[in-house]
């Protein structure tokens, strides 16, 4: 994120072409509420197996996500009218630093990663701090698929197709205390097998930090992600655990989670940190605040090459105004 000139064997690797993608359904629906879901579904869906892309290389799950697959609540949240990204770019052009800086280290280096098992530590302020198992934190809820929008701050973008269920029932699960006003988010240090981690030119001072204000924590479109495209989610993507806020720049969905701290005070992000004024606490995804070495106007949206770009425009917190009363009354060319 800081500076980088994309190598000239950028635009090769990620010149795809797009192929088509079609959502499916996994259970054939019957009667006229088939229909309307049906009417109600966006162009790029095809009803046959919901839940099921194309070019997904299919993984051995865990047990705690399969038990969950059968009754997902599919396309909870759509990007209405946009393709989805294909599968293969949204696992082999990421952003996880613990990993290597370039795009294509994560998926290369990420299959060492032991997701199993996987414990969260939950602590601060609230009523039912503790260890949990990943078994233990995803047990009481449903899955959903939300397929968001994610707007990385280096201005370019993709749509995926995610598998969780919204932090606010995470959060409920664990009872915030009436002191806590912000949720602090830590990833796993695990210098042998996250190569970046060991790297001595690392800017970035471990674990990996993010935070969000508690209603902005509470908010039905903030979600803890499990899987994406009908699966469980790739190392490279946050397994076996990530937060996704699609209405904030990509770096705030922190990846594979291991601490989730209520606290009193704003947590000193990881971003924040290295660059307080390029990278802000809020994120928010705005294209009337440039950062200050390249305009956030416009974004690329994947897979883009050389001779397709795919530019469009940025919308105002990525296109889910339905996050704006949460910052009524606030500056945002001033809170970042
Ligand atoms: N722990 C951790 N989480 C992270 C990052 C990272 O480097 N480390 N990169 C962030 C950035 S900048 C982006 S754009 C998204 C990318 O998510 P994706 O690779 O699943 O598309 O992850 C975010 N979460
Ligand atoms: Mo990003």
């Not at 579904?41 to 969950?68: C, D, I, L, N, S």
């Not at 630093?97 to 414990?119: I, M, R």
């Not at 606010?168 to 949720?183: G, K, M, N």
């Amino acid at each position: 994120m800081l500076i980088r000139v994309p190598p000239s064997s950028r635009a090769l690797e990620s010149e795809v072409t797009p192929e088509s993608v079609y959502l499916s359904r996994r259970k054939l629906m019957q009667g006229s509420l088939a229909l309307a879901a049906m009417a109600a579904m966006p162009r790029w869906a095809h009803a046959e197996t919901q839940g099921t892309y194309a070019g997904v290389e299919p993984a051995k799950a865990p047990g705690w996500f399969e038990e969950k697959l059968s009754a997902v609540r599919w396309q909870a949240i759509a990007a209405e009218g946009e393709s989805i990204t294909p599968f293969k770019d949204a696992t082999h052009y990421n952003n996880f630093y613990e990993f290597g800086t370039g795009k294509g280290d994560p998926a290369a280096n990420a299959g060492k990663l032991q997701v199993e098992p996987w414990t969260v530590m939950v602590d601060g302020e609230v009523s039912k701090p503790g260890r949990y198992s990943i078994e233990d934190l995803v047990k009481p809820h449903a899955f959903e698929e939300r397929i968001y929008r994610l707007r990385c701050v280096e201005a370019w973008s993709m749509v995926i197709p995610w598998l969780g269920f919204p932090l606010a029932e995470l959060l409920r699960q664990v009872e915030p205390t009436s002191a806590a006003r912000y949720v602090r988010f830590e990833t796993l240090v695990d210098r042998e097998r996250m190569p970046g981690q060991r790297s001595g030119f690392s800017l970035i001072d471990w674990p990996y930090v993010e935070g969000l204000r508690l209603d902005e924590a509470m908010h039905p479109l903030a979600f803890m992600a499990v899987g994406m495209y009908g699966r469980v989610l790739p190392n490279q993507n946050g397994a076996p655990l990530r937060l996704v806020v699609p209405w904030k720049y990509g770096f705030k969905s922190i990846k594979s989670i291991v601490r989730i701290s209520l606290v009193e005070e704003a947590p000193k992000t990881t971003w924040e940190r290295i660059a307080p004024n390029e990278y802000g606490f809020y994120a928010n995804v705005n294209p009337q605040v440039d950062h200050p070495r390249w305009s956030q106007a416009t974004e690329r949206r994947l897979p883009s090459g050389l001779f397709s770009p795919n530019v469009i425009d940025t919308r105002m917190f990525n296109g889910y105004e339905e996050v704006a009363d949460l910052y009524a009354g606030m500056d945002l060319a001033r809170y970042y």
